[in-house]
């Protein structure tokens, strides 16, 4: 608000208007800034305030995040059967059953945005390699440091799923998938594979099965199709046969279609105040006006100290102020 003034003692002369002539010194001149500056310094300080507490903000860009909407885990068999050199890369040269999982599965892996993939290998014992996670390319590097045997030349096909299941249980995603690339001859689980494939069933967890290996093979490295037939149904997914690099292919592109999802996705919009603008200029313009008001003062202070004197031009007849 304006200062308050007060009236100051003066003395009453007939020729006020040629005193104030003489001292160059006209009221309307002077007190028409001093009422705009009463008004105008305020109001500005005012609307910089309201500006301030309106508290406007900068709306940047908006960021949007992929939430997982499916758990998948891979059970991959690295038992001495994946060792067999049947498939056929794209290069068209023989590779083993595992080189061409690994191939496929990465091309397959690249799709799975949206999806938390883990994975888990077994050969005499299961293990997990990678727990679930939306980071696919660690997934993917993880699936290719795999080698046959790494878990030992044997088949523990129901072990592997029980160990699924156990991972699902602090799952909190809407869908639970798994997919198995095996023989299916389970050698060395301590659960049969269709008892662990009922388990999962309960726990509303799907099963696919993907055969890997020739049917007319014999001995430990045989291919059990009814085996992998008996899991899929007991865990209500689907049985799929792998001849060749092309069938498997074939496969991921049959789940894709089976195992529709839906990608939920969160946006978000930064936001920055900018408050401090208004505040900081009403800041620096009431210290502006308030330096003024000191410099103005010690100039009237001075020139008040300064003693004064009145007198008569003769050629004119006019009043001057001179020391």
Not at 101 to 108: C, H, W, Y
Not at 151 to 175: C, K, M, N, Q
Request: negative net charge; proline residues 6%; hydrophobic residues 40%.
């Amino acid at each position: 608000m304006p200062p308050r003034t007060s009236n100051r003692v003066a003395v009453r002369v007939p020729f006020g208007d040629r005193l104030a002539e003489a001292m160059g010194t006209t009221s309307q001149p002077d007190e028409s800034p001093r009422e705009i500056r009463k008004w105008v310094i305020p109001s500005l300080l005012w609307l910089l305030t309201l500006c301030a507490v309106a508290r406007p903000q900068w709306v940047e860009s908006p960021v949007t995040k992929t939430l997982p909407t499916r758990d998948l885990l891979l059970l991959v068999d690295l038992s001495s059967s994946m060792n067999q050199e049947d498939f056929t890369n794209k290069a068209g040269k023989k590779v083993d059953r595992l080189t061409a999982v690994k191939e496929v599965l990465g091309d397959f892996l690249e799709k799975r945005d949206g999806d938390r993939v883990g994975l888990v290998v077994f050969g005499d014992a299961a293990y997990l390699q990678a727990p679930f996670s939306t980071d696919l390319e660690l997934s993917r590097r993880l699936l290719d440091e795999c080698e046959v045997g790494m878990a030992g030349p044997r088949t523990a096909f129901g072990d592997a799923i029980g160990l699924g299941v156990g991972l699902f249980d602090e799952s909190d995603a809407p869908a639970k998938t798994m997919i198995a690339l095996t023989d299916g001859n389970d050698t060395k689980s301590q659960v049969p594979p269709v008892e662990a494939a009922r388990v999962a069933a309960a726990r509303d967890i799907r099963i696919y099965t993907v055969a890997i290996g020739d049917p007319t093979t014999a001995g430990e490295d045989k291919l059990d199709e009814q085996a992998l037939k008996d899991v899929a149904s007991a865990a209500n997914g689907s049985y799929f046969f792998a001849g060749d690099r092309k069938s498997l292919e074939g496969i991921y592109s049959e789940l894709d279609r089976l195992e529709t999802r839906k990608v939920k996705t969160v946006s978000h919009r930064p936001r920055r105040d900018l408050f401090y603008w208004p505040v900081l200029m009403a800041v620096l313009i009431s210290l502006g006006e308030k330096s003024l008001s000191l410099i103005r003062l010690r100039h009237v202070d001075r020139t008040a100290e300064e003693p004064q004197m009145i007198s008569v031009n003769p050629l004119t007849g006019k009043l001057e102020l001179g020391p």
